[in-house]
């Protein structure tokens, strides 16, 4: 109807913002779309009516299969897992999704995109298998007491229990797919939605692998679903779904938070993984081999965890910076490309002199541009994630003492993990001021679930603020529950 239709400076109530309606959008919204308002980011979204149907359908049939769940024996998940990792280890199986993922990765490097998560080669599905065995291995917690309170005449029992549908959004990582499967270990069931750059991966390992394993094993149907559409409206329209009961987002930048704060804004619990990029201390006097070391081996590839600024003391002599500056080359030649420095004023033209050449070729996604190998920055620029794809790229700054390293870190860093290599006094000294879950005196790639603490990992939870969700950091499928309280009265006169 005429008196419905959204106009052009129209504004829109959404909590206690007012979002405006301008041209575009108010031309862009068509009968039966859903506008979704985010009072968080001041933005206005459009859900394609397909779209929300689409979301909606799957979301039920989630919700039904998680009610199912409760009826499947944990031998039957236990088979799941089994099965599902002797498909992926199955060559022949495997060579559709293999073939899917080619052509995903050609497409993909075609728009110019990143690929240096997508390609589904020997050591991702190596760890995919590895992962489904975890869960194949790791013991059911579905009725499992956490805790106890006698009082006189009565007691209080708390019991885990599934939490429900749980929710991912991601945009090229088929190894989520291992991991996310285990919050079937606690009973819950799971939906996926993945961006246009792995979509046919995803739809061949559904295909192939998950869809086969389910049927064998006897589990609901729709234990295991996947959005069948690319837009960024469908991960929109699935957070902002109240039957949702966990909506996990895996990827960085503005796009993580935009999920989050429709998630949170719609009463969905929400575990973001967001903007990464470690930081590495060095101290005083540390052992040379050792920071040689935990430099090229946090530069290995770039993920969340990888090493992206080094903070060297500022009375430093030139050889410390010369092992520095050598580690991080040595990482790039194990790659065969050269790396690329940024510093601060204080250490630009010392690193600059030990670079032997002023340019370097880098390799970009979409591109293959001739970049400068040493520039110069401002302290705020410490807070940009070098998002390489061949080339590992990072920023050095210097620091007067552990106050101050601190200081910048908290500062500047994503608050998300820190490494030191020095003395044990100078460790506390930074472990007591700094603000960050993960710290350690080694590599800085350490932070991963399934390497670090033998379980998959779902996600990175809640860590934004510089502390862990008390319940758990890495968010692993045993930490996906609920917990339902039981009464057990011994007084038959019990009264208030």
């Known amino acids: 109807m005429d008196d419905e239709q959204l106009r052009q400076g129209d504004r829109v109530l959404v909590g206690s913002a007012l979002l405006t309606v301008d041209a575009v959008f108010a031309a862009s919204i068509e009968p039966g779309d859903v506008v979704l308002g985010v009072a968080e980011t001041g ?19 989630s919700r039904l299969a998680f009610a199912e769940m409760a009826h499947i024996s944990d031998e039957a998940i236990t088979r799941f897992f089994d099965v599902a990792a002797a498909l992926m280890a199955d060559d022949v199986v495997m060579k559709p999704v293999l073939s899917a993922n080619d052509a995903d990765v050609e497409a993909a490097r075609a728009r110019g995109r990143s690929t240096t998560r997508l390609v589904l080669d020997d050591k991702m599905r190596t760890a995919m298998i590895e992962a489904l065995k975890m869960w194949r291995d790791y013991p059911s917690a579905r009725s499992h007491m956490e805790s106890r309170v006698d009082n006189d ?27 996310a499967t285990g919050v079937l270990r606690g009973g819950n069931s799971v939906v996926f939605r993945i961006g246009s750059d792995a979509l046919g991966t995803a739809q061949a390992l559904m295909e192939h692998v998950i869809g086969v394993a389910i049927k064998q094993c006897g589990l609901p149907r729709d234990c295991v679903l996947l959005v069948e559409s690319a837009e960024h409206a469908a991960g ?22 935009l999920l989050g704060a429709i998630a949170r804004q719609s009463g969905v619990n929400v575990s973001l993984h967001g903007t990464g990029g470690a930081w590495l201390v060095v101290g005083e006097n540390p052992d040379h081999t050792r920071l040689h070391h935990v430099i090229v081996n946090s530069l290995d590839r770039k993920v969340c965890n990888t090493v992206n600024c080094i903070l060297v003391r500022d009375d430093c002599d030139e050889e410390m910076l010369k092992m520095v500056v050598r580690a991080v080359e040595t990482a790039a030649e194990r790659r065969g490309v050269g790396a690329r420095f940024h510093c601060t004023r204080a250490p630009y033209g010392v690193v600059a002199d030990l670079v032997a050449q002023s340019e370097v070729t880098v390799h970009r996604a979409g591109s293959v541009d001739t970049e400068r190998c040493v520039t110069e920055i401002p302290e705020h620029a410490l807070a940009v994630e070098h998002e ?9 700054a210097v ?27 100078e460790e506390d000294a930074l472990w007591a001021e700094v603000d960050v879950p993960f710290f350690g005196d080694g590599i800085t790639r350490w932070v991963d679930g399934q390497y670090a603490l033998g379980k998959p990992e779902l996600g990175l939870s809640n860590w934004e603020c510089g502390r862990l969700l008390a319940r758990s950091g890495v968010l692993s499928g045993d930490s996906v529950f609920s917990l339902r309280m039981r009464m057990r009265q011994s007084d038959n006169n019990l009264s208030r």
């Open 236 to 257: 929109w329209a699935l957070f902002a779904d109240g039957r949702l009961s966990l909506a996990v987002a895996r990827g960085s930048g503005e796009s993580v938070r």
């Open 153 to 179: 005449g009565f007691a209080v029992e708390s019991w885990r229990a599934p939490l429900g549908p749980v929710g991912f959004v991601f945009e090229g990582r088929p190894n989520v797919f291992a991991d």
């Open 388 to 396: 390489w794809e061949v080339n590992p790229e990072v920023s050095i």
């Open 43 to 61: 933005q206005l979204l459009r859900v394609p009516a397909r779209t929300k149907m689409l979301v909606t359908d799957v979301l039920s049939r």
């Open 399 to 425: 620091y007067s003492n552990i106050e101050h390293a601190a200081d910048l870190i908290n500062r500047w860093s994503p608050h998300f993990v820190v490494s030191l290599i020095g003395s044990q006094e």
